[in-house]
């Protein structure tokens, strides 16, 4: 029996080192990648270059600072750069940890995906929805240039995720997160995966609705069934049976000056995103509101994001009380599509 204590440099040290088994599911992305040394095209190398990597940079100090041994399993589902990303690839991201984690007898003391960092956002998300019931923790990793290269913050993302596993482990706590180095050094930002932004243009930064620094220890603990969510049912209900994400039409707008509202006779629902303020052109000469009616008339359902509960309201804002808006309140835009997308294809 391992008696824990906490000395003062904050890790963990015990009479027998404890085995801490983590699942590995790499997909992809730059941080696979290595760059061509003539042309300077990044393509995908290894999938598991970020583990070998960490193996001979950081492994065995981790293990020293927490008196454990860390052995991984590395299964690789599919390996594309992330802005191919499509719902084949969600799909076999669930089945390929579903059955790991759900299927078998395992001992893992938690799971890191690897992926890219153009669609970061849409797997955290994408894992935040399916796997709420995961009573561990699992941690999406991903990089701003391939790992061997000088500014590459991958391997920083990587040592994070483990320490957090560990100390989970170590501790009982338990979630499911996105981790990003935004410039700061060698200090890594955790944050609720359903709660990340999409990268603003020509930038390396993530940020996200609520850092899990400023949220304390209720991320940790998430609570089941947010947003309308059955989150202990949903993935066994995508895993029982749903329709190819592939034929689920969901379309995802953005607001811009002069928008025309689109026709939508083919699509299931419409996501919008808003404004920072959580406004959209809803004026007369908009044509938001006979959207609406055509929205009504083809059972299309409208779903509208970014708008923080409890904000000042807008006049722009007053049509959303229309039986024909769903407002997800202090939900992003890619949690918003993403929940859409994946609870409709549950319905034929």
């Known amino acids: 029996m391992n008696i824990l204590c906490q000395p003062a440099h904050g890790g963990y040290m015990s009479e027998n080192k404890r085995a801490i088994k983590i699942l590995i599911v790499a997909t992809g992305g730059t941080i696979a990648c290595r760059s061509d040394q003539i042309s300077g095209i990044r393509n995908i190398s290894d999938p598991y270059l970020i583990t070998d990597i960490f193996k001979d940079n950081g492994k065995e100090a981790l293990e020293e600072n927490y008196a454990v041994n860390i052995e991984f399993e590395l299964i690789s589902p599919y390996e594309i750069l992330s802005e191919n990303l499509s719902g084949d690839e969600i799909e076999k991201l669930f089945f390929a940890i579903n059955e790991k984690l759900f299927e ?55 040592t994070a995720a483990c320490e957090m596993i560990v100390n989970n482990a170590l501790s009982g706590n338990r979630g499911i997160f996105g981790v990003y180095e935004n410039g700061h050094g060698n200090t890594a930002t955790f944050y609720d995966a359903g709660s990340i932004l999409p990268q603003p243009a020509f930038s390396d930064t993530i940020s996200a609705y609520v850092p899990l620094d400023e949220a304390g220890s209720d991320l940790l603990n998430m609570p089941r069934g947010e947003m309308g969510v059955p989150s202990s ?33 083919e699509a299931e629902a419409v996501v919008f995103d808003t404004y920072h303020s959580g406004t959209l052109p809803t004026d007369e000469k908009s044509g938001f509101k006979e959207f609406l009616e055509r929205a009504k008339e083809s059972g299309t359902i409208v779903i509208i994001s970014g708008v923080k509960k409890g904000a000042g309201v807008y006049a722009s804002e007053k049509i959303y009380e229309d039986d024909a808006v769903n407002v997800l309140y202090d939900v992003t835009s890619v949690m918003a599509y993403m929940q859409t997308w994946i609870m409709l294809s549950l319905h034929g």
């Not at 955290?124 to 991903?142: I, P």
């Not at 707008?253 to 509202?261: E, F, L, Q, V």
């Open 104 to 158: 078998k007898d395992n001992d893992y003391a938690g799971v890191i995906v690897t992926t890219g960092s153009d669609t970061y956002a849409y797997v955290c998300a994408a894992l935040r929805l399916l796997f709420s019931d995961y009573e561990k923790t699992m941690v999406a990793v991903c990089a701003n240039d391939p790992p061997e290269d000088e500014n590459s913050n991958g391997l920083l993302h990587f």
């Open 233 to 265: 049912s949903l993935r066994l209900r995508f895993k029982e049976g749903h329709r190819p994400l592939k034929d689920v039409k969901v379309l995802l707008i953005k607001p811009y000056p002069g928008m025309r509202y689109p026709d939508i006779k």
